[in-house]
């Protein structure tokens, strides 16, 4: 029988017996396999504090029960989007008390330190055994992160690495004109929207800009850019913003001119 295409929708259930004031994790599956679905759900069937409130197999019917349904944990397929890191990350902007778990068929090194750079608490293998991946829902939910062993290893040379290059110079980044300028903005203090009527764009057209010079020059925030122009020099002392653009001149009804008196300033 041909398997029905399963939305996002939300599961009532009532709380166990053993469930402490009714509170249990509540939890979203996101993934592209029905009976890897139904197999987690019978895993967590038998926990009482775990419950899963919602389901979704396509990125669309993950990102619309992520904002529908109240949930501690999303459990997200990486195969369900083709950009899993673009996911996650649009996944965290609209839903930052969200805590992700990520699985993957089989993770690498790469994949692994950029997801957790974005925001996730978890990544796990398909392969993970029942134990674990409740142990890790159980953590996550507390807003801790939850690696295994090769996770761990990865992050702990990650951070050997980052520390060993503290010292050297970073290689110099090329940015755009428009991305110079905006940068040269954001290190005077300026905010997104003062920076849209000083380069004469949208709101929303810088903060594109500013994602991908984030992502260009390996930073997370304005600071860490501040900071990142500060040691690498990367602004010239040439670019700066452009003025504000001056207000049009206001019309006034003809009237004779009235001279003005001496040394006292005239009132608009």
Same mark, same amino acid.
């Given at each position: 029988?041909?398997?029905?295409?399963?939305?996002?929708?939300?599961?009532?259930?009532?709380?166990?017996?053993?469930?402490? *004031?009714?509170?249990?994790?509540?939890?979203?599956?996101? =993934?592209?396999?029905?009976?890897?679905?139904?197999?987690? !759900?019978?895993?967590?069937?038998?926990?009482? =504090?775990?419950?899963?409130?919602?389901?979704?197999?396509?990125? #669309?019917?993950?990102?619309?029960?992520?904002?529908?349904?109240?949930?501690?944990?999303?459990?997200?397929?990486?195969?369900?989007?083709?950009?899993?890191?673009?996911?996650?990350?649009?996944?965290?902007?609209?839903?930052?008390?969200?805590?992700?778990?990520?699985?993957?068929? =089989?993770?690498?090194?790469?994949?692994?330190?950029?997801?957790?750079?974005?925001?996730?608490?978890?990544?796990?293998?398909?392969?993970?055994?029942?134990?674990?991946?409740?142990?890790?829902?159980?953590?996550?939910?507390?807003?801790?992160?939850?690696?295994?062993?090769?996770?761990?290893?990865?992050?702990?040379?990650?951070?050997?690495?980052?520390?060993?290059?503290?010292?050297?110079?970073?290689?110099?980044?090329?940015?755009? #004109?428009?991305?110079?300028?905006?940068?040269?903005?954001?290190?005077?203090?300026?905010? *997104?929207?003062?920076?849209?009527? !000083?380069?004469?764009?949208?709101?929303?057209?810088?903060?594109?800009?500013? !994602?991908?010079?984030?992502?260009?020059?390996?930073?997370?925030? !304005?600071?860490?850019?501040?900071?990142?122009?500060?040691?690498?020099?990367?602004?010239?002392?040439?670019?700066?913003?452009?003025?504000?653009?001056?207000?049009?001149?206001?019309?006034?009804?003809?009237?004779?001119?009235?001279?003005?008196?001496?040394?006292?300033?005239?009132?608009?």
């Amino acid at each position: 029988m041909a398997s029905t295409p399963v939305t996002a929708r939300v599961d009532v259930e009532q709380p166990h017996e053993g469930d402490a *004031n009714g509170q249990f994790i509540r939890v979203i599956l996101a =993934d592209t396999q029905a009976i890897f679905r139904a197999g987690l !759900r019978k895993i967590f069937a038998v926990e009482d =504090d775990l419950r899963v409130v919602g389901q979704a197999e396509t990125l #669309p019917q993950t990102m619309s029960a992520a904002k529908k349904f109240s949930a501690d944990v999303l459990l997200f397929e990486a195969a369900i989007a083709s950009n899993p890191i673009e996911a996650v990350t649009d996944l965290l902007r609209h839903n930052p008390l969200l805590r992700l778990v990520v699985v993957t068929a =089989d993770p690498d090194q790469e994949l692994t330190l950029e997801l957790f750079r974005r925001g996730v608490h978890a990544i796990v293998s398909r392969e993970v055994e029942p134990e674990m991946l409740v142990d890790c829902l159980r953590k996550v939910s507390k807003g801790e992160p939850w690696l295994d062993g090769r996770a761990t290893q990865w992050v702990l040379e990650a951070y050997r690495t980052q520390g060993s290059r503290a010292g050297a110079p970073r290689p110099k980044v090329q940015l755009t #004109p428009k991305e110079t300028l905006i940068v040269s903005c954001v290190t005077q203090g300026m905010k *997104n929207k003062e920076i849209a009527v !000083r380069v004469g764009t949208t709101e929303q057209v810088v903060k594109n800009y500013l !994602r991908k010079v984030y992502d260009k020059l390996g930073v997370a925030d !304005r600071l860490e850019l501040a900071l990142y122009c500060l040691n690498s020099r990367i602004l010239d002392s040439s670019v700066k913003p452009p003025a504000m653009p001056e207000p049009p001149p206001r019309t006034t009804t003809a009237e004779a001119p009235q001279p003005a008196a001496p040394d006292t300033p005239e009132t608009i």
